[in-house]
């Protein structure tokens, strides 16, 4: 018990650490833009390529785990993600800087695949469901402190610090990993035809037509946290004057609804079955955008008029995105459910990662763009998942 206690602490640590890797340094984007001479769609691009080799390498940490064992190519991800934040604090032009944050990517995807990994080889059933919660609270504590720890940093020692914490991190991990994590899977797969035996298994799992509506509708709704962090920094920093530290805390009052909406979606999933929440979830998405569209008409651009929306959509996006997840995977047997989660969180970060280079277009001037994009994500969630909506439990 008290190793499984241990397991479930290290994994919620490493899907702290990937959230982190996205949200830490999003105070610092304006002070990187002026630091490196570089224009802000280029310092929000950096968000682009950390998710696309964050999803790109998942596809390959599985496949690798099973046939090596989780341990060692845990400590090999993180070694990349270590490598990629000691290149991003000697980083003086755009090039280098995208280039480490991508190695970054590579790095963190070992983290959340890896670590969902290790959670099935240690816990069944409601067990496995009571550990993997702890997930969804290593997202949250990422999401809600790192921007905070990241504005300060930042404030007093400069935008490298950001990156200098997060090597820490890293290395402290690396080590307690090291010394701390048993190997969980005991039964590898050592046949010479498990990689093309993993190829095909991937393309049997995406002719299921079940799994892209759960995929892109839950992708649409996780849009709604990118958005955020795409989006804001220059806007609220820039535009409406706050400082650094001032948006870090901002990322608390983001981080509660998503923590709520976590907690709650079981008792609610049990009453009502996923078809209303899908609805509710949707429905609060599209309320926020048009809530953030409407202060632009009364106020003008006004913090709360950007803050309370987003509030209420990343409330909605948490409730669909957490039964999308679920609805993806819940028609696979055992022997698919482990590539199935990979491949979910793989293709949704890759599809990300464009959504995400898309959000970095418009300009930094009015929330206009942010709610318009608030509604197009619920919008297109809702075309996708409407099947789904049934308004009986399911």
């Known amino acids: ?54 999803g790109f390498s998942q596809l390959f940490y599985g496949p690798l785990s099973d046939r090596y064992g989780r341990k060692p190519i845990l400590l090999i991800g993180i070694s990349i993600f270590c490598l990629g934040c000691f290149i991003n604090i000697f980083a003086h032009t755009e090039k280098i800087f995208l280039f ?14 890896l670590g969902r990994s290790i959670l099935r080889d240690c816990f069944t059933g409601r ?42 991190s890293g290395l402290i991990l690396l080590w307690i990993l090291w010394r701390q994590l048993p190997e969980t899977s005991l039964n590898l797969n050592t046949k010479s035809g498990l990689f093309s035996q993993t190829l095909k298994d991937y393309k049997s799992i995406l002719h299921h037509g079940i799994f892209w509506r759960f995929l892109l509708g839950g992708l649409f709704a996780y849009g709604v946290v990118v958005a955020y962090n795409v989006m804001t920094p220059f806007l609220i920093q820039n ?14 009052l983001v981080a509660i609804p998503y923590f709520s909406a976590a907690s709650f979606n079981r008792k609610l999933v049990i009453t009502f079955g996923t078809g209303p929440i899908f609805a509710l979830g949707i429905s609060l998405v599209l309320l926020g955008g048009f809530i953030m569209l409407l202060g632009v008409l009364s ?11 987003i509030m209420i959509a990343t409330f909605g996006q948490a409730l669909v995105f957490s039964n ?71």
């Open 1 to 54: 018990m008290k190793d499984q206690y241990k397991i479930t602490i290290l994994v919620m640590w490493m899907t702290t650490l990937g959230q982190a890797a996205i949200a830490l340094y999003l105070p610092a984007f304006p002070a990187i833009a002026a630091s490196l001479h570089i224009s802000p769609s280029v310092v929000k691009m950096t968000i682009t390529v950390f998710l696309f080799g964050y």
């Open 100 to 113: 480490a944050r991508l190695l970054q990517g590579l790095g963190c995807g070992s983290t959340i695949t």
């Open 127 to 168: 067990e496995l469901a009571s550990a993997a919660s702890y997930l969804s609270m290593g997202f949250a504590i990422g999401l809600g402190t790192t921007p905070l720890i990241g504005a300060y940093l930042q404030s007093y020692f400069g935008w490298q610090a950001d990156f200098i914490f997060l090597l820490c």
């Open 239 to 252: 535009v409406l004057g706050y400082s650094a530290k001032f948006y870090g805390c901002l990322a608390l």
């Open 299 to 309: 106020i003008k651009i006004h913090l709360i008029a950007i803050i309370l929306p």
């Open 324 to 394: 999308a997840i679920s609805g993806a995977l819940q028609n696979f047997s055992p022997e698919l459910g482990g590539k199935a989660s990979a491949i979910f969180s793989s293709l949704q970060m890759l599809f990300i990662s464009i959504l995400s280079a898309m959000m970095t277009l418009p300009t930094d001037t009015t929330q206009v763009p942010l709610a318009v994009v608030l509604i197009g994500l619920g919008l297109f969630s809702g075309m996708v998942l409407y099947p789904q909506m049934n308004l009986v439990k399911n």
